[in-house]
């Protein structure tokens, strides 16, 4: 009795920790529709980190589909399924800032699914990786930003559902999280135009075209999922659209 009741003490403490290290900012309203608030001039050169993985593999499909000049940062260029004439692919290390700087150099825009599995030790692989990005970002004037980094973070803290509120996050991902929420407050403390993405659950199931968004998405009791196709499609929304500028955003089924 005496460790569940610790057990729980420890999963709150983070919990509020979380909360608090993370970013607060929110607007109140929710929408259901695919995102689309047009109103800028449509940039052509974007650069995906993390671009091997399960949301930027999406990223570069989706991203080539809609015609942009797409480069992609990888650390294993053989991992990256996709070819198409208008795909560069960059080798480089998000913890080594000179290919970072070479990769920003040139685009207009940046979108991140940096993710690593390392979860068991302290890590910084996201917030030192993000803080290069951002700095390269600032030095060569490419502006807009859009970061995919997880509910579960800042106000949105307690809204992954109780499963991962007191199991997945305290158990398996506190460091992860930690590192995720000093992530989230580099960013917002940049001079780029960010837009932080915060999705539920991640599956590889095909694009269902619609889903919820806004700060206040998720839920305190249920776990809240979304296909990374639909958590790509948003993020490159955002690109051309600054309803969530400057803002961390929630996306769930
Ligand atoms: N899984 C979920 O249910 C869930 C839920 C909410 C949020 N998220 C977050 O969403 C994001 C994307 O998740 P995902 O599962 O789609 O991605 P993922 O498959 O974990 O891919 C992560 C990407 O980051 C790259 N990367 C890691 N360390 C790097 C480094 N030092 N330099 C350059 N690239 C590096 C990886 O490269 P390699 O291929 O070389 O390893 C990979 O391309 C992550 O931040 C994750 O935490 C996940």
């Not at 290290?21 to 974007?46: A, F, M, V, W, Y």
Request: with cysteine.
């Amino acid at each position: 009795m005496k460790l569940i009741v610790l057990y729980l003490l420890y999963s709150l403490t983070l919990l509020f920790a979380l909360r608090r290290r993370g970013l607060q900012s929110g607007i109140k309203t929710e929408h259901k529709t695919d995102g689309n608030n047009d109103n800028n001039e449509k940039p052509k050169r974007i650069l995906v980190i993390g671009a091997t993985g399960g949301t930027g593999q999406e990223l570069v499909r989706q991203l080539l589909e809609r015609d942009y000049e797409v480069t992609a940062f990888v650390r294993k260029p053989a991992k990256l399924k996709v070819e198409h004439p208008k795909l560069m692919i960059v080798q480089g290390n998000v913890l080594d800032y000179d290919s970072v700087e070479k990769a920003v150099r040139g685009h207009d825009a940046v979108l991140s699914a940096l993710g690593h599995k390392r979860f068991f030790y302290p890590t910084q692989i996201l917030s030192e990786g993000t803080q290069n990005l951002l700095r390269a970002m600032e030095k060569c004037n490419v502006l807009r930003f859009v970061c995919e980094t997880s509910l579960g973070i800042g106000n949105s803290a307690g809204r992954f559902g109780l499963y991962y509120t007191f199991f997945t996050i305290p158990v398996i991902l506190p460091f992860y999280f930690w590192d995720k929420a000093l992530q989230e407050k580099l960013i917002a403390q940049s001079n780029t135009k960010w837009t932080i993405v915060r999705p539920g659950v991640l599956t590889n199931n095909p694009k269902q075209g619609e889903y919820r968004h806004g700060p206040d998405i998720g839920s305190y009791i249920w776990t809240v999922r979304i296909p990374r196709a639909d958590v790509a499609k948003f993020m490159i929304r955002q690109i051309t659209d600054d309803t969530y500028l400057k803002m961390a955003v929630a996306v769930a089924r």
